[in-house]
Nanobody
Framework: QVQLVESGGGLVQAGGSLRLSCAAS????????MGWYRQAPGKQRALVAT???????NYADSVKGRFTISRDNYKNTVYLQMNSLEPEDTGVYYCNCNADRRPWDTRDYWGQGTQVTVSS
């Protein structure tokens, strides 16, 4: 029983900003890495950014310098601050959480996705 609740998606004009949030809840022993993935229209789901429990980050080249991922370990929440948005950023953004329900049971969990649309 691990649930991910996302918020913050919407419609913005090019150059605008959005902040996505995702909170993991349920029976969790340890939350490991968290991240954001997106599926652009007609494309496969792709990595946007990930962050380890210790704060190490990884970004897709296309968003470096514009997006910032962060997390609050106490709240089991991951954020994605998106600035200077471009139409190419349009897609469904999915929150991912790698979590241990128990030390011997590690799985990936996914949010339902939130739509981000950037108009030109």
């Amino acid at each position: 029983q691990v649930q991910l609740v996302e918020s913050g998606g919407g419609l913005v004009q090019a150059g605008g900003s959005l902040r996505l949030s995702c909170a993991a809840s349920g029976s969790i022993f340890t939350v490991n890495a968290m991240g954001w993935y997106r599926q652009a229209p007609g494309k496969q789901r792709a990595l946007v950014a990930t962050i380890t429990r210790g704060g190490g980050t990884n970004y897709a080249d296309s968003v470096k310098g514009r997006f910032t991922i962060s997390r609050d370990n106490y709240k089991n929440t991951v954020y994605l601050q998106m600035n200077s948005l471009e139409p190419e950023d349009t897609g469904v953004y999915y929150c991912n959480c790698n979590a241990d329900r128990r030390p011997w049971d590690t799985r990936d969990y996914w949010g339902q996705g939130t739509q981000v649309t950037v108009s030109s």
